[in-house]
C-alpha cells in the first residue's frame, strides 16, 4: 500500500476541535499520515487553554500540526502572506490530498493545492451567498467561489440549498451533501438523567445565579453580530415586568460583542435576567439544565449547537434561515424571521407559558427534535465520511482523478 499524507487544512484551530477530531480518527483507520495546518493563536471560538488541549490531543494521536497564520478576514498582504508559507508547507511534504475548510484557508489552500497538483476535498459549512443574503455578499463570495469550484475535486455542502446551487451554478468535480458534522446524539440526551447528572444541573444553576424556578432560555455561540443575540435581548426586554421576572437568558460563548452585550442589557433594563458565561468547555450541563433554546442567527449552514439542543429534546425558538429551517419543524419548535424582536417575544411568551401552565407540550417537542436529530447523528455522517474519503483515496492511487492543468 502507497504512503498516503493528507492535510485537514482550516484558518483557526476551532475548526479542527470542533468539526474535524471524528475525520483525522477516520483518515488514520485508512492508514493516512495526518497533518493539522491551521492558526493556533488567533480567531478562535474557544479559549487558550482549550486550543493547548486540543494540541495536547492531536500530538497523543500522532498528527503532525503546522502553525498557520491564517487571517479570518480578507486582508491582501495578510492572505498573501499565508498563502506564501502555506506553499512552504506544501513542498516539503508531498500530500495525497488535502481536505480545507473555512471561506479564506479554504480558498488559499485550494490556490496552494493547485499549484501543487494536490487533490481538494472542501467542506462548505454554509455559503456565505445564499437565498435572502446581503447583495454584497453576492458580489463578493459567489464569483470568487465559483471560480474556486473548478480547482475543487470534492465540494461538501451540509445543507440542501447549498447542494442544490453547487450542482446547478458552480464546478466542482463532484457533490455531496453531508447532515452536518454530525452530533454524538445519545451525549447530549437528559432522557433518563441519573442522579449525579440531575446533581449537576442544580450545579449548573447555581453557579450562574439561576433560581431553580425560573425559566431557562439558553443560547449558545460566538458574540458576533451574525449569532444576532441582540435580537433576543430585545426581545425580553418587550415582555411585561412580571413575564420577564420568571426567566433567565444564558449565553454561552466569547466573542468580540461580550461588552456591547452586557451594555444593551443595561440599556433594556434587563440585567437582572442576562448571563453572560463566556466559552463554556463542557456545554452538556447547560443544555441539560435549559427550558428552552433560543437560536437567532443571521445565517447558519448546518448550526452543531441547534443540533445539540434537539439531540438534548430542547424545543426551539430559532431565526427562519437556511439550515435552522431544514433542521426544525412545527412539532420541535418555532421558526421567526431573524430580525423579528416581537415575533421572539411572542414564542418565548408562548413557549415560557406552556413551561409553567402545560409542560406535557414542551416535553413533546422535545421528544420529536430527539427523533428528528438521529438523522444528523454522527455514525451517519462518519459512514458518509468514510465513503467519500475513500473514493478519493482510491481514485488518487489510481491517476483517475483529472488534476487540472497548471
Not at 476535498?121 to 474556486?148: C, R, S
Not at 440531575?198 to 431557562?216: G, T
Not at 414542551?362 to 468514510?386: P, S, T, W
Request: with cysteine; glycine share 8%; net charge positive.
Amino acid at each position: 500500500m502507497k504512503h498516503k499524507r493528507v492535510a485537514i487544512v482550516a484558518s483557526v484551530a476551532s475548526m479542527i476541535g470542533q468539526f474535524n477530531m471524528r475525520n483525522i480518527s477516520l483518515l488514520q483507520e485508512m492508514g493516512c499520515e495526518v497533518h493539522v495546518i491551521c492558526n493556533f493563536r488567533e480567531g478562535n471560538t474557544c479559549d487558550a487553554a482549550t486550543i493547548q488541549k486540543l494540541r495536547h490531543t492531536l500530538s497523543g494521536m500522532r498528527v503532525y500540526q503546522h502553525a498557520w497564520d491564517c487571517p479570518r478576514r480578507c486582508l491582501p498582504g495578510k492572505c498573501i502572506s499565508a498563502y506564501a508559507s502555506l506553499c512552504g508547507i506544501f513542498r516539503k511534504y508531498p500530500f495525497t490530498l488535502i481536505h480545507c475548510h473555512s471561506p479564506i484557508g479554504g480558498a488559499l489552500a485550494r490556490m496552494a493545492a493547485y499549484r501543487f497538483g494536490i487533490p481538494v476535498i472542501y467542506t462548505a459549512h454554509g455559503f456565505h451567498f445564499y437565498q435572502g443574503a446581503p447583495w454584497k455578499n453576492w458580489l463578493l463570495y459567489y464569483p470568487a467561489e465559483k471560480l474556486l469550484s473548478r480547482l475543487t475535486h470534492v465540494l461538501i455542502t451540509v445543507n440542501q440549498e447549498d447542494e442544490r446551487f453547487a450542482r446547478r451554478y458552480l464546478h466542482a468535480g463532484e457533490v455531496y451533501r453531508i447532515p452536518g458534522v454530525g452530533v454524538d446524539s445519545s451525549y447530549f440526551s437528559r432522557k433518563d438523567m441519573d442522579g449525579a447528572e440531575k446533581a449537576a444541573c442544580r450545579n449548573f444553576r447555581r453557579r450562574y445565579r439561576i433560581p431553580e424556578d425560573a425559566v431557562l432560555l439558553l443560547s449558545v455561540g460566538e458574540l458576533n453580530k451574525g449569532k444576532n443575540h441582540r435580537t433576543v435581548l430585545k426581545a425580553i426586554a418587550m415582555l411585561e415586568e412580571e413575564e420577564r421576572e420568571k426567566l433567565c437568558y444564558l449565553i454561552c460563548g466569547q466573542g468580540a460583542l461580550k461588552g456591547r452585550l452586557a451594555a444593551d442589557a443595561a440599556k433594556l433594563q434587563i440585567s437582572r435576567q442576562v448571563r453572560l458565561a463566556g466559552y463554556v468547555a463542557d456545554i452538556r450541563p447547560a443544555y441539560q439544565a435549559a427550558d428552552l433554546f433560543l437560536f437567532p442567527s443571521m445565517r447558519e449552514g448546518m448550526p452543531v449547537a441547534l443540533m445539540e439542543a434537539m439531540a438534548a429534546g430542547l424545543a426551539v425558538v430559532a431565526s427562519k434561515v437556511r439550515g435552522n429551517q431544514e433542521l426544525i419543524r412545527k412539532e420541535g419548535g418555532l421558526l421567526v424571521h431573524p430580525r423579528d424582536a416581537q415575533g421572539f417575544a411572542r414564542a418565548v411568551r408562548k413557549l415560557a407559558d406552556w413551561k409553567t401552565g402545560m409542560p406535557q407540550k414542551l416535553e413533546a417537542m422535545g421528544a420529536y427534535n430527539r427523533r428528528q436529530i438521529l438523522k444528523y447523528d454522527q455514525c451517519v455522517v462518519d459512514q458518509r465520511m468514510r465513503d467519500i474519503y475513500r473514493e478519493a483515496v482510491h481514485r488518487r492511487d489510481k491517476g483517475t482523478w483529472m488534476i487540472p492543468d497548471r
